[in-house]
Each structure stands twice: as structure tokens, then as C-alpha cells.
């Protein structure tokens, strides 16, 4: 550090030879020096973040990790998910699908042509861009439709994704029943095997319905297992989040979606009912597992969805974020537009 002499650097060389003599004056000098010298310990500038009360490599260390806003924009030539490949943006990819997944099929034809704005959190480390973090709003405007998701608090603290009238987005049913059955023809629990006549617990329901009905998945997940296992035939695992699986058994055969390592939307055919391995008749054996723990699938089917409204003050709110997201992506569009003279892409 650069000395300064401070203001009173003469008067106190004046009178030092006293102040060797005085202990009294001697403290007076010393109290004089601490004072003229405290500027010069203090920041620079009170909002300068250049004082040793913050070091810079801590600010610095701030602004390069952590989370930034940002926006991406485009037109759908094929698929959805095959324009965010070309960026580099799967990951975005199955985020946005599976948010709007009950009002439109991004992979579909009719949104061929469709232009899309999505503003989401990225995720940095050290100045670089990482993971993909929350999305905060996506519009998808087609010839016909828009497709809209915001997401917004509401004044319990719940985080859910609205469109611009307040409908909640994510509205489809919590899960939905695997196939179109005649009966139940095994309930959950213990019974006779049908085979080996001998008193075992049975993990599942089974579901009886003609060879080659479709069977869907229940919810959104990733294909865990897909292939023959014993007894239980053509299976399908699929594991689904909060910890929870779901097996299909005794399936003719297993689709394409119901590959292993295939991501899953509810509702996607996996495979067909038959009766493969131990089985007396075409039917579908589906359980479900929660948490390593076989549930009662029938009781877990029932299970609703939670109703998500607004009030009419949360509406008001929910319509200002709106504003606010769709400010935030126009700025940023016209920012990229600036400095690559491309026009920016508008709904």
C-alpha cells in the first residue's frame, strides 16, 4: 500500500520531541494518527467492492458461479426435440415437453413451422455454461394455437405453471389406468397361483383384456428394464419420479418407446397384452412399486391429481410475472438481434 501522509504528519513531527518527554501529549498523538489515518484504511468507494472488507476475488468468484436468465428462440422445422438437438439442448428439450405435454405433442406433426420463446435458468460454474436449471415461461405459437406455460408462486408458497388465463397447465390426472380392460380378474395380495395351486402374495392386479390391447403408461418416466424375465414374460419397467416404479407383465410385445433407456410421456403404448410366461390367459400383470415397497396398484390409480387455482389477487400477480418474463425475452432477443443484425423472432 502506497504511503499517504495524513493531514497532521507536520504538526506531529513538531512536537515529538515533547511528546517523548509528556506520556500525556505522547497519547493525544497517538489518538490524532489513528484518526487521520482511517480514510485511508476504508474502501475507495463505499460501492466499489475494492476494500479489503470484500476481497475482489470473491466478487469475481460470485459473478462467475451460480444461476443467469436465459432465453432461447427459433422455428420448428421437424420435431421439437430434433431443433433443440441441433443446439445442443436435450435436456431443455424434455423439460419443455413434458411441461406442455397435456396440451400439445411438440414432436407432432401440427406444430411443424410452430415459433417458440423459452426463458429458463442456466446453471453456471466458473463463467460457463451448465445445467439446464427451472423454466420460468415458454410460448409456442402456432398457424392456429398458442401454447403458453408461466411459472409463477401463488400465496401458499406452491410453484405450478399457468397459462395467460390463469388455467393451470399441467391439468391431466395424476396417472392413468394401463390399458382398456374387461375385468379384474386377480386382485392385489394373497391367492391361489393359477399354476402352481399354492398360496403366494400377488404383487400386482391382473387385468384381463384381449391379446394385442395397447398398454400405456401410466405417468411420465425412463424405462428401467425392457425384455424377458422368467415368469413374468415381455416386461416393462419404468421408473417415475418421488421414488415411485411401475412393471407391465405378460406383454406380447414391447414397442419401440418401450425400449430400455427410453424417456416415457404418460400415455405412450409400450407394448401389447398377451401371455407370456406364467400366465393362464391373455392379461396384463401391473404393480407398482413406491419407495422398494409393493403398493396396491388399483389404490394408487385412484390417486388425484392436486387442483391448482388462482385467486383473483393471485391472478393479478400471475398476469404482471407474465409481463415481466415476456419483457425479459423481448430485451434479450433484441440484444442477440443487435449485435448479429438478424431480426428477432416475435409471437
Given amino acids: 500500500m502506497r504511503f499517504v501522509k495524513p ?59 451460480g444461476k443467469r436468465i436465459a432465453t432461447l428462440a427459433g422455428t420448428i422445422s421437424s420435431t421439437f426435440s430434433g431443433e433443440m438437438s441441433r443446439k445442443n439442448m436435450s435436456a431443455l428439450a424434455e423439460k419443455v415437453k ?11 406433426a401440427s406444430v411443424k413451422g410452430a415459433s417458440y420463446r423459452i426463458l429458463y435458468e442456466e446453471r453456471r460454474d466458473d463463467g460457463l455454461a451448465g445445467d439446464t436449471g427451472e423454466i420460468l415461461a415458454v410460448e409456442v405459437s402456432t398457424a392456429k394455437q398458442r401454447f403458453n406455460a408461466y411459472r409463477f408462486t401463488n ?10 388465463r390463469g388455467g393451470a397447465v399441467m391439468d391431466r390426472p395424476l396417472f392413468l389406468q ?18 402352481s395351486r399354492l398360496i403366494r402374495f400377488h404383487g400386482g392386479v391382473d387385468l384381463a383384456a384381449p391379446s394385442g390391447t395397447p398398454v400405456r403408461a401410466v405417468a411420465d418416466g425412463t424405462v428401467a428394464f425392457s425384455g424377458r424375465n422368467g415368469g413374468a414374460g415381455n416386461m416393462v419397467t419404468i421408473s417415475h419420479n418421488g421414488g ?29 397384452v398377451g401371455s407370456t410366461g406364467s400366465s393362464t390367459g391373455p392379461h396384463l400383470d401391473f404393480r407398482v412399486i413406491v419407495d422398494g415397497m409393493l403398493r396396491d396398484p388399483l389404490a394408487t390409480l385412484k ?12 391472478l393479478s400477480g400471475l398476469l404482471a410475472k407474465i409481463d415481466l418474463y415476456r419483457s425479459e425475452v423481448d430485451n434479450s432477443l433484441f440484444r442477440v438481434a443487435g449485435i448479429s443484425n438478424r431480426p428477432a423472432v416475435s409471437l
Fill in 303 to 314: 390417486t388425484q391429481a392436486p387442483k391448482r387455482s388462482l385467486t383473483p389477487a393471485e
Fill in 98 to 108: 413434458g411441461l406442455l405435454a397435456s396440451r400439445v405433442d411438440l414432436d407432432g
Fill in 244 to 272: 415411485m416404479a411401475t412393471q407391465y407383465l405378460h406383454l406380447s410385445r414391447v414397442t419401440t418407446a418401450g425400449a430400455f433407456g427410453s424417456r416415457i410421456r404418460q400415455g405412450d403404448v409400450i407394448g401389447y
Fill in 178 to 195: 394401463p390399458c382398456d380392460y374387461e375385468r379384474v380378474s386377480s386382485e392385489f395380495g394373497y391367492r391361489r397361483h393359477p399354476i
Fill in 155 to 164: 400465496a401458499r408458497g406452491r410453484i405450478s405453471y399457468y397459462d395467460e
Fill in 7 to 65: 493531514p497532521f504528519f507536520h504538526l506531529l513531527q513538531r512536537f515529538r520531541n515533547q511528546a517523548r518527554r509528556k506520556p500525556a501529549a505522547s497519547l493525544l498523538i497517538a489518538a490524532l494518527l489513528v484518526l487521520s489515518c482511517l480514510p485511508l484504511l476504508a474502501d475507495e468507494d463505499e460501492f466499489g467492492l475494492e476494500g479489503p472488507a470484500v476481497p475482489s476475488r470473491l466478487v469475481r468468484g460470485e459473478q462467475e458461479s
